[in-house]
């Protein structure tokens, strides 16, 4: 269990910490309520003008803090080649 609203510990600005690849179901809310809730949750955060989708050039490089940001990886094209490195830098329980 985690919270529904995450508070970034650097800026104290607010962010939503649900997904709908891993959140399920709101504690203490019976399962439509919980479902009708997830549900606003997650059109809200993928409203276009949420989104960001990068265009991407040779030898481009994106950083992105997971604190504050959800990312999903769009299909790359079958001709070119996808390479990733990732790096985590260790944080703090969301609160």
Same mark, same amino acid.
């Given at each position: 269990m985690h919270p529904i609203v995450r508070t970034h510990p650097d800026t104290g600005r607010r962010a939503l910490f649900v997904s709908e690849h891993f959140t399920t179901r709101v504690t203490g809310l019976p399962d439509s309520e919980s479902g009708a809730?997830?549900?606003?949750? $997650? %059109?809200?955060?993928? #409203?276009?003008? $949420?989104?960001? #989708?990068? !265009?991407? !050039? %040779?030898?481009d490089m994106l950083f992105w803090d997971n604190r504050s940001v959800m990312h999903l990886a769009a299909a790359c094209p079958d001709h070119q080649r996808r390479m990733l490195y990732r790096t985590t830098i260790e944080g703090n329980a969301p609160f």
């Open positions: 809730l997830l549900d606003d949750l $997650f %059109a809200h955060s993928t #409203r276009h003008d $949420f989104i960001y #989708r990068h !265009q991407w !050039q %040779a030898h």
